[in-house]
């Protein structure tokens, strides 16, 4: 069985997008779907740190241009928002057991020369999880995989060459999952349970690797 999974982009993730990453045996970026036009962000370009003790959001400032796809957002580097996360990441992480090994790659990541959202997630995922780094495939290399909501999970399922959708936890809700069996797919959950870090669930991966929760990605200091 070929597991695939589809998902956002998202920044700087949390621990269960890693598990899904995991678990999958391939895994789609869907830049090809529409960037929210009405909320300030979503997790495509914003994550949760523990900031001043509580969870707080880091933000990558975007610019808007009516209707586009993830692939299509750019970075707003007109503010000094770099610079700002690095800072506030060092100030927040300076006493954390393993800053002096995480905080060179949190940079790196964060400077990464790019003004799109979605390579600057993906450079992300593949530093953070290098073992894992060639089951990723962007939505927009499949070609063009028509339909909507779960329709279109079916059809990247089988453009990816996979015969079963591995679907989040909080999916089973509206998940059409009879469609999938119709159309010669198996369907599977997470089944993702939140390790014990020492802080608040859905929090960063960098503030798990800080605390030393996980490991660090293989070949880093």
Not at 132 to 161: E, F, N
Not at 176 to 185: D, I, N, S, W
Request: proline share 7%; charged share 20%; net charge neutral.
């Amino acid at each position: 069985m070929t597991l695939v999974a589809c998902h956002q982009p998202n920044f700087l993730p949390w621990l269960g997008f890693f598990d899904k990453l995991a678990q999958a045996d391939r895994f789609v970026l869907l830049d090809g779907v529409q960037f929210p036009r009405t909320s300030r962000g979503t997790y495509t370009n914003r994550v949760q740190l523990l900031i001043g003790d509580k969870p707080t959001w880091l933000t990558v400032p975007i610019t808007r241009d009516g209707v586009q796809t993830i692939g299509e957002v750019r970075i707003d580097d007109r503010q000094p928002w770099r610079r700002k996360a690095v800072k506030t990441i060092e100030q927040t992480y300076a006493k954390a057991p393993h800053f002096s090994a995480v905080m060179p790659i949190v940079r790196e990541l964060l400077e990464r020369d790019t003004d799109r959202i979605a390579d600057l997630n993906e450079h992300a995922i593949r530093t953070l999880a290098p073992q894992h780094a060639h089951k990723l495939v962007r939505q927009s290399q499949l070609g063009d995989v028509p339909g909507a909501a779960t329709d279109l999970l079916i059809g990247l399922v089988k453009a990816a060459g996979g015969d079963a959708y591995l679907s989040g936890d909080g999916a089973d809700g509206y998940q059409e999952e009879p469609l999938y069996a119709a159309a010669g797919l198996g369907f599977r959950l997470l089944g993702f349970t939140h390790p014990d870090t020492g802080a608040p669930n859905g929090l960063s991966i960098v503030d798990a690797m800080m605390r030393g929760a996980v490991p660090l990605p293989s070949g880093a200091p």
